[in-house]
């Protein structure tokens, strides 16, 4: 009777202009290029099990902003979603306000799953 919630990889807040060229003279990985790896993994997860299997979307609710509109940059024709910067604390953890968004947001998925036939 255990129902698996699959949860997308979370994201981070991509550098500015200037930290891409600090990162880059150090040789150092963006953090633009791991969010490249996440969208591609999170893209495979909602096709393998959405609409079989429950995928609460912590990916989504990262880069979408209040209005609705989600922040992203563009990879050759490709759309890479990164973490909002006011809910990040230090660029890769959510800070209190977005941790409690999220929580809510988790809470109401799970009560609105479909109960499972034992």
Same mark, same amino acid.
């Given at each position: 009777n255990l129902t698996v919630v699959h949860v997308t990889m979370p994201l981070t807040v991509s550098e500015s202009w200037k930290?891409?060229? $600090?990162?880059r003279v150090r040789g150092q990985v963006l953090e633009r290029d791991r969010n490249v790896v996440r969208n591609a993994y999170n893209r495979l997860m909602r096709e393998t099990y959405g609409g079989r299997e429950p995928v609460f979307d912590l990916a989504e609710?990262?880069?979408t902003l209040p209005d609705g509109s $989600?922040?992203?940059?563009?990879r050759g024709a490709d759309t890479v979603f990164t973490m909002v910067p006011a809910y990040a604390s230090d660029g890769a953890h959510l800070n209190a306000a977005a941790q409690r968004m999220v929580a809510e947001r988790l809470l109401v998925y799970l009560a609105t799953l479909p109960e499972r036939d034992g």
């Open positions: 930290g891409v060229l $600090r990162k609710l990262e880069s $989600r922040r992203f940059f563009m």
